[in-house]
T-cell receptor
Framework: EAGVAQSPRYKIIEKRQSVAFWCNPI?????LYWYQQILGQGPKLLIQFQNNGVVDDSQLPKDRFSAERLKGVDSTLKIQPAKLEDSAVYLC?????????????FGDGTRLSIL | GENVEQHPSTLSVQEGDSAVIKCTYSDSASNYFPWYKQELGKGSQLIIDIRSNVGEKKDQRIAVTLNKTAKHFSLHITETQPEDSAVYFC????????????FGTGTQLKVEL
């Protein structure tokens, strides 16, 4: 089966600019996650969707980050305006559901550099 | 919330030797523990996982053990090969304070020829 697709692979922007990332989960996976991974750290959950509804966005900096999954399939994550500390790899993952810790499958990520 | 600690941060072994990576977690409600392998420029690949009702699980050269009482779990790789070189992350899935995975800080494994 096709894996989680993410684009772009790399993005370089200046601080205060805007950027958007796209993710297409594994077909049939109801749950979609966005993670931020700063160099030298493990992934940190930003937001979790179940179909097109938000399950957990408690760690999403809502003053600058937004995400949507309008049709319950692919998703976009936006940062506006970007800050230097947003430099990280943004990972998308999907799983069939959320019950009892279902395996999450990750995409290759988008590496964001803020100048 | 859940806190996962991972050691060591770097590990260098000779090809053919075994490698062990250890993680501890804080939330006794955690019930699922996956391990991910992250190669340079790639996303994280799930390599093995274990649930709280099992003490040990093995898949070819990879095994994971879980001690619920001590709240720690370990990844064991035997007969290491150069292609095992990568960053390995442990994670714990907690149902307390929100259903989500909390990751360790990663272990850079280098298998030397």
């Amino acid at each position: 089966e096709a894996g989680v697709a993410q684009s772009p692979r790399y993005k370089i922007i200046e601080k205060r600019q805007s950027v958007a990332f796209w993710c297409n989960p594994i077909s049939g996976h109801a749950t979609l996650y966005w993670y931020q991974q700063i160099l030298g750290q493990g992934p940190k959950l930003l937001i979790q969707f179940q179909n097109n509804g938000v399950v957990d966005d408690s760690q999403l900096p809502k003053d600058r980050f937004s995400a949507e999954r309008l049709k319950g399939v692919d998703s976009t994550l936006k940062i506006q305006p970007a800050k230097l500390e947003d430099s990280a790899v943004y990972l998308c993952a999907s799983s069939p559901g959320t019950g009892r810790g279902q395996p999450q499958h990750f995409g290759d990520g988008t590496r964001l550099s803020i100048l | 919330g859940e806190n996962v600690e991972q050691h060591p941060s770097t590990l260098s072994v000779q090809e053919g030797d075994s490698a062990v990576i250890k993680c501890t977690y804080s939330d006794s409600a955690s019930n699922y523990f996956p391990w991910y392998k992250q190669e340079l420029g790639k996303g994280s690949q799930l390599i093995i996982d274990i649930r709280s009702n099992v003490g040990e699980k093995k898949d070819q050269r990879i095994a994971v053990t879980l001690n619920k009482t001590a709240k720690h779990f370990s990844l064991h790789i035997t007969e290491t090969q150069p292609e095992d070189s990568a960053v390995y992350f442990c994670a714990a899935y907690s149902t307390g304070g929100g259903n989500k995975l909390t990751f360790g800080t990663g272990t850079q494994l280098k298998v030397e020829l």
